[in-house]
């Protein structure tokens, strides 16, 4: 049924359901571009989108147990063990037994993944600056002061586990 042609056209731009939520769909709309960016140069190194989280947490943290990784990236562990064997085929992590269990397996960042944390971090950089292109210094600090709000907002719903 087409709201021009066999029924009311209710909308203005804005879904109907969304009306009551404006900023929280154009807050979805924003994430859902960002992630689109991200994704276009990260394909140029090679990597597949949410992959660079994965590197970033054992960048910082070093060895973590696989299951680890899944509760910190909140994803299923099939995508886990995927963007892992990706991981792993390119040379940018290794996994091993983990000593104290050996049910459990250690993910860690290879050496060859040195370079990359230059280039994630060069991706990074470049995508604050598309987004947030337009902004004066004063209106940046202000949006990030705001954005932190919005997600203590949320982490306080969603409870403390998830907002480690």
């Known amino acids: 049924m087409s709201p021009t042609t066999d029924g009311p056209a209710c909308t203005d731009g804005i879904p109907v359901a969304a009306r009551s939520g404006p900023v929280s769909l154009a807050l979805s709309r924003v994430a859902r571009l960002h992630r689109i960016a991200a994704g ?5 190194l090679g990597l597949y989108p949410g992959q660079e989280f994965v590197m970033m947490h054992l960048w910082d943290k070093g060895p973590v147990r696989q299951s680890e990784l ?6 299923d562990p099939s995508t886990v063990t995927k963007m892992l ?6 040379g940018h992590v290794r996994r091993t037994p983990d000593p104290d269990d050996r049910r459990a397996s250690l993910v860690e ?4 993944s ?4 230059e280039d994630v971090a060069g991706v990074w ?3 604050e600056e598309q987004t947030l292109a337009g902004l004066s210094e004063r209106d940046r600090a202000e949006f990030a002061r705001l954005l932190a709000l919005v997600e203590g907002n949320l982490c306080a719903q969603a409870g403390a586990e998830e907002c480690s």
């Open 40 to 44: 276009q140069r990260l394909r140029g």
């Open 70 to 75: 899944i509760r910190t990236l909140d994803l």
């Open 85 to 90: 064997q990706r991981l792993e085929q390119s």
């Open 109 to 112: 960042a290879t050496e060859r």
């Open 114 to 117: 040195c370079g990359l944390l």
């Open 125 to 127: 950089g470049t995508l």
